[in-house]
Every structure is written in structure tokens, then in C-alpha cells.
């Protein structure tokens, strides 16, 4: 037998333990149909397809090479986890808007090879879409601007 990546069976066997885990809570709880979904509807897919990924990517890892691990990026994880902290603090108070806004800004530190310009293009585009989809699309109820700026009209 050739080398095996360690890294990736263990993910698989990972997947396919919170599969099972899933599925096994499930077991017992009403599946209903596709259109009316039952309280086992959700986790049984989930397991199902937590476990088929776990089979794969455990399949995959015996025609792998095991890889060395690098230095860990703490740079992005520190960025990309303090992205949804923030919006999740500031959206009652700025508002929908200027917290996505700040979030994908906050979000884009992580790399760095993204230039301010198109930090804040991307910013605005990101927020533009969203606003779009979630409030005018969806009708979404709640706040594109917050009690904590000023009047703003909205």
C-alpha cells in the first residue's frame, strides 16, 4: 500500500462520524417528504451527505501525498473570524448597511494582496448586492441605517 494523507483521512473519518452522529439522532424523528418536511428531514440529508463526503475524501486520501503543514495564517483567521463578530454586534446599532459595508472591509485585511481601492469597491459592490437582495428582493424586515448614526431617512 503507497502513502497515505493523514490530514485528509482524517477529515473523512471526521465527516463521516458527525454523519453518523446525525443520522443516528434522526433515526427516530419523523422524515415527512421533500415538500413537507418532517423534524428527521433535515438531519437525515445532512448525515447522508456529511457521510458521502466523509467516503470520498477518505477515499482520496490514499492516492494523496501526506503535505507539511505550513505556518498557520493568523493574519486571515484573525480577519475573517472577527468579520461576522463585528456585524453581528454593530447591525442593530449602524444598521444593515454600513455593517455589511464594514464587515467585508474588515473581511478583505485578510489578504494581502488586495489594494484599499478595491477593498472599498468590493465593499460597496458587496453592499449594494445585499442590500438589493435581503431588503428590496426579500423585503426583509429591519434597518438599513441604525439609531446609533444620525437621521438618515430610512
Known amino acids: 500500500?503507497?502513502?497515505?494523507?493523514?490530514a485528509d483521512l482524517?477529515?473523512?473519518i471526521l465527516f463521516i462520524l458527525f454523519g453518523l452522529v446525525f443520522g443516528v439522532s434522526s433515526a427516530g424523528l419523523e422524515m415527512g417528504t421533500g415538500l413537507r418536511m418532517g423534524p428527521g428531514y433535515f438531519p437525515m440529508v445532512?448525515?447522508?451527505?456529511?457521510?458521502?463526503?466523509?467516503?470520498a475524501i477518505a477515499a482520496t486520501s490514499f492516492r494523496s501525498v501526506d503535505e507539511a503543514v505550513g505556518?498557520?495564517?493568523?493574519?486571515?483567521?484573525?480577519?475573517i473570524l472577527a468579520a461576522p463578530v463585528f456585524f453581528g454586534l454593530t447591525v442593530r446599532g449602524l444598521g444593515f448597511v454600513p455593517s455589511i459595508f464594514a464587515?467585508?472591509?474588515?473581511a478583505s485585511l485578510a489578504g494581502l494582496k488586495l489594494k484599499p481601492?478595491?477593498?472599498?469597491?468590493?465593499?460597496?459592490?458587496?453592499?449594494?448586492?445585499?442590500?438589493?437582495?435581503f431588503s428590496v428582493a426579500l423585503g426583509l424586515p429591519f434597518r438599513r441605517f441604525g439609531?446609533?448614526?444620525?437621521?438618515?431617512?430610512y
Open 1 to 6: 500500500m503507497g502513502s497515505v494523507n493523514r
Open 10 to 12: 482524517s477529515a473523512g
Open 46 to 55: 445532512l448525515a447522508v451527505v456529511l457521510t458521502g463526503l466523509g467516503i
Open 71 to 79: 505556518a498557520y495564517a493568523w493574519r486571515g483567521m484573525v480577519f
Open 103 to 106: 464587515t467585508t472591509l474588515i
Open 117 to 133: 481601492i478595491y477593498a472599498v469597491a468590493l465593499a460597496a459592490a458587496v453592499t449594494i448586492f445585499c442590500t438589493l437582495v
Open 147 to 153: 439609531p446609533w448614526l444620525p437621521a438618515m431617512g
